[in-house]
C-alpha cells in the first residue's frame, strides 16, 4: 500500500474518532438522564401493580371486560425501538422478538402500533398493518402521551376486534445489558404483571426489596366497583405503556454509548497499527533509497 493511502487512512480514521467520541459524550448526558426517569418510575409502576394484584381476586374484577379471555378476532402487537441506529443490537434484538411473535400468528390478523422509525420501516416494508405510528418520540415522556394509545387499543379490545395486546420492547437492566421483552398487556393477567414487577425490580438499590410487595390489602370503596375499575384499570394499561417507552429510551441512550466507545476505541486501534505500517513502509522507502545512493556512490569510484 501506497505511503499516500494509508496516510489517508490515517487522518480518515482519526476523524472518525473524533465524531464517535462526541457522540458518546451526548449519549451519555442523554443516558443519565434517561436513567434517572426509568428508576423514578419503576416505584410508581410498581404501586399500582400491587394494586392490581390485591383486588385481582375479586369476582367482579375477574368479570370486568378487560381482563376477558377468548374473545377478539385480531392481534394487536406495540413494537417500541428507535428512530435512529448506531445502537448495536438494540432495535435488531427487539424486531427479532417481535418477529418471532409475529409468527405464531395469521399475518392479515395482526395491527401493529409503531413507535420509532425502526419498528414502523421494517414492517411497513413486510407488508404487515400499522394502525399508529410514533416517529420522534421525545425522551421526557409523560405518561399522558400514552393515553391515545391506551384508549386505541382498550376500545378494540372491549368491542371484540382484539384478541389480545401484548407490547415488545427493550428492558433496561444496566448501563450494559438491555433485553428485549414481550409482555402482554390486554386481557390483564396477574402472571403477565409479576412478570413485568420483576422486570422493572432493580437488582440492588433503594428498590430492590420486594418484600412490601408481597403484603394482601383489602380496599373499601366510595364509589361503585365498575366506575372503580374502570378507572384502574385504564391506568394500568397506560403505566405498563409508559413504563415500557422509559425503560426503551434508558436502554437506547446507554446501548448507543457503548457502542459509540467501542467505535472510538476501535478507530484508536486502527490508528496505531495503521500509523506502524506507515513508519515501516517510510522506512523500507528509505532505507531502498539509501541502498540506492551508496550504490551510486559506490559506481562513481569505480
Known amino acids: 500500500m501506497a505511503l499516500k493511502q494509508i496516510k489517508s487512512k490515517i487522518k ?5 474518532s473524533k465524531v464517535t467520541k462526541a457522540m458518546e459524550a451526548v449519549s451519555a448526558v442523554k443516558m443519565r438522564k434517561s436513567q434517572e426517569r426509568a428508576l423514578l418510575g419503576r416505584p410508581f409502576a410498581m404501586s399500582a401493580f400491587r394494586i392490581l394484584e390485591n ?15 377468548d374473545v ?22 427487539v424486531l427479532k422478538e417481535a418477529t418471532e411473535l409475529l409468527a405464531t400468528h395469521n399475518k392479515n390478523q395482526c395491527e401493529l402500533i409503531c413507535f420509532g422509525k425502526k419498528a414502523y420501516e421494517h414492517y411497513t416494508h413486510r407488508g404487515y398493518t400499522i394502525t399508529q405510528h410514533f416517529i ?14 391506551a384508549s386505541q387499543v382498550i376500545q378494540k379490545f ?4 382484539y384478541h389480545t395486546v401484548s407490547v ?15 409482555r402482554q398487556i390486554l386481557p390483564i393477567d396477574t402472571a403477565e404483571v409479576s412478570k413485568m414487577i420483576h422486570d422493572i425490580l432493580p437488582r440492588t438499590g433503594k428498590y430492590s426489596n420486594n418484600e412490601q410487595m408481597q ?34 429510551k434508558a436502554s437506547e441512550h446507554s446501548a448507543r454509548m457503548v457502542a459509540m466507545k467501542n467505535a472510538t476505541d476501535k478507530a484508536k486501534e486502527v ?32
Open 72 to 93: 377478539g378476532t385480531h392481534e394487536c402487537v406495540i413494537v417500541i425501538t428507535s428512530d435512529k441506529g448506531l445502537a448495536g443490537s438494540l432495535n435488531s434484538s
Open 271 to 302: 490508528t496505531k497499527a495503521l500509523t506502524l505500517l506507515y513508519n515501516k513502509e517510510r522506512q523500507s522507502v528509505i532505507t531502498a533509497e539509501v541502498s540506492e545512493i551508496t550504490g551510486g556512490i559506490e559506481a562513481l569510484k569505480n
Open 55 to 69: 383486588i385481582s381476586k375479586s369476582i367482579s374484577v375477574q368479570r370486568h371486560p378487560l381482563f376477558t379471555h
Open 168 to 182: 415488545v420492547y427493550q428492558n433496561f437492566l444496566s448501563t450494559f445489558e438491555q433485553k428485549a421483552r414481550t
Open 12 to 16: 480518515a480514521t482519526q476523524r472518525t
Open 136 to 149: 420522534n418520540v421525545r425522551d421526557e415522556v409523560s405518561i399522558e402521551d400514552m393515553e391515545a394509545v
Open 215 to 248: 403484603k394482601n390489602v383489602v380496599y373499601t370503596t366510595e364509589q361503585s366497583d365498575t366506575n372503580l375499575y374502570d378507572g384502574i384499570f385504564r391506568s394500568i394499561v397506560e403505566i405498563m405503556l409508559y413504563h415500557a417507552l422509559l425503560e426503551s
Open 158 to 161: 372491549t368491542d371484540g376486534t
